[in-house]
């Protein structure tokens, strides 16, 4: 019996399984290429979530992280985990020159931010925050203390920790690997957006839809993409607002006001060899503001940047949109 | 009797001057041989960037990733490609894919319990979403 054209044909899209869920306060996706592989890829990612969660959470008073805050001012010995995830705060600080800052913690205590996000009131058209929250209380990353020998860490006195910004990317990155290594194939891992990819990518890749909000839709405006490997992170001054004191807040904080940025920029995506350096440069460029372009670029970070008109600046190899794509950016 | 007192003063002074002068030399000098003495002792606390992991140190000296080592960010291997393309290309391959072996196996894979809140998805065309959150 002669083959049919249909199956003698190589696929374009490989298949992939699915699974989603909720952790770490978001919504988790794990797509994988083997359908046998998804319970063991997804048991490997829920074990990792719930191990970074303890040790991470700010929200959590049994975390080490809250232990860790508790004790500011005083040396603490801390887990692995935690030391890792500290690390990668720091570095991600180092390689933004400031603007990815862990000790973060008060300012965002004082925008608001000082319970589970689900909890806050939500915003409803309020003015935008104020340009400084004079109150802050921040010391900068440069005074934290590791010693990773030890497995300690010092910070400073009336500093509060918070690994928004690098550690739920990192998870992604870790858990990705960690479920490639169990199932055999290719994994996707994605964290409220922030998306991990470890393994073979299926053919075409894995394809991603960047815009504002992670729980849009996949045609929601924006952009639609697909990577072979690395990561893809997008951030957003558009989500995660809430209501305080009159104003609207957000989450992305200026570490030089304290307050939540005023930016140029809404929305950043990056790609990046990992989700956690997609991330750090997604953060760090609304941060940064306009100077930012040239600056992923100078880096060679395939970047996409739309400002809050809703035109869009691609650099860095960021692939043209399509003429339809531009016009519902 | 005034001439003395002045003689006397002066040379005091004198005295002195010098005396500082010496606690001065020696006072740098002991730093130095002490610094000396401590960076041999306690090599963790030089400033020279190293590479090992030892002694106690700010987050501006030593931060080390185990996962991402390197101080700076690093962009992919290749740059994301147009999704469009790609999008018809998994139309076109939707109708093979369907019949392909490896996903008659999809239904047993519902079972496990850790499966019961998500519903595992048949071959997912639809682009992951990325955006803030």
């Known amino acids: 019996m002669p083959a049919s054209p249909r ?87 180092e390689c933004s020159d400031g603007d990815v800052d862990p000790t973060l913690g008060r300012s965002l205590e004082l925008a608001g931010y000082d319970r589970d996000f689900r909890l806050l009131a939500p915003a409803t058209g309020q003015p935008e925050a104020p340009a400084a929250i004079m109150a802050r209380v921040r010391a900068g990353w440069r005074e934290l203390a590791l010693d990773r020998a030890s497995r300690s860490v010092r910070v400073p006195a009336g500093v509060k920790l918070d690994l928004g ?98 930016t140029s920029w809404r929305t950043v995506s990056v790609a990046a060899t990992t989700c956690t350096d997609a991330n750090v440069a997604a953060t760090a460029a609304l941060v940064r503001g306009l100077p930012a372009a040239a600056w992923l670029a100078e880096l060679g970070l395939p970047a996409r940047l739309l400002d809050r008109e809703g035109n869009v600046t691609a650099v860095g190899g960021w692939p043209a949109e399509a003429a339809a794509e531009a016009l519902a950016a | 009797m005034a001439i003395h007192t002045t003689h006397t003063r002066d040379a005091a002074l004198r005295e002195l001057g010098r005396l500082n002068r010496w606690l001065l030399a020696g006072s740098v000098a002991l730093t130095g041989l002490f610094a000396e003495a401590a960076a041999s002792v306690f090599p963790g606390k030089t400033v020279k960037p190293a590479t090992s992991h030892r002694g106690k140190r700010t987050a501006k000296q030593a931060p080390t990733a185990t996962s991402t080592s390197t101080h700076a960010l690093q962009p992919p291997a290749e740059a994301p490609r147009a999704g469009a393309e790609t999008q018809t290309s998994a139309q076109a391959a939707a109708p093979a894919q369907e019949s392909a072996p490896a996903q008659e196996s999809v239904p047993a894979q519902e079972s496990p319990p850790a499966q019961e809140s998500a519903p595992v998805q048949e071959s997912a065309p639809e682009p992951v979403v990325s955006g803030g959150s």
Request: glycine share 10%; proline share 5%; hydrophobic share 45%.
């Open chain 1, 7 to 93: 199956t003698a044909r190589p696929p374009l899209q490989s298949a992939v399984w699915e699974a989603v869920w909720e952790a770490l306060g978001t919504s988790v996706v794990l797509r994988v290429r083997d359908p046998a592989s998804l319970a063991p890829a997804r048991a490997t990612v829920e074990g990792e979530l719930s191990a970074i969660d303890l040790a991470c959470s700010r929200f959590r008073a049994d975390s080490e992280l809250s232990r860790l805050n508790a004790r500011a001012g005083r040396s603490t010995q801390v887990g692995s985990l935690l030391m890792e995830a500290l690390e990668v705060a720091v570095r991600a600080a």
């Open chain 1, 165 to 262: 910004a690098s550690a739920k990317a990192w998870a992604a990155d870790r858990a990705a690997a960690a479920a490639a290594a169990v199932a055999g194939c290719g994994v996707l891992v994605s964290l409220g957006g922030d998306i991990a990819t470890s393994g073979s990518a299926p053919d075409g890749g894995w394809r991603i839809r960047v815009t504002d909000d992670h729980r849009g839709r996949p045609s929601a405006p924006g952009q639609t993409v697909s990577i072979r490997s690395g990561g893809l992170a997008t951030s957003s001054t558009a989500v995660r607002r809430w209501r305080h004191d009159g104003h609207t807040m957000h989450h992305i904080i200026d570490p030089r006001t304290g307050a939540p940025v005023r």
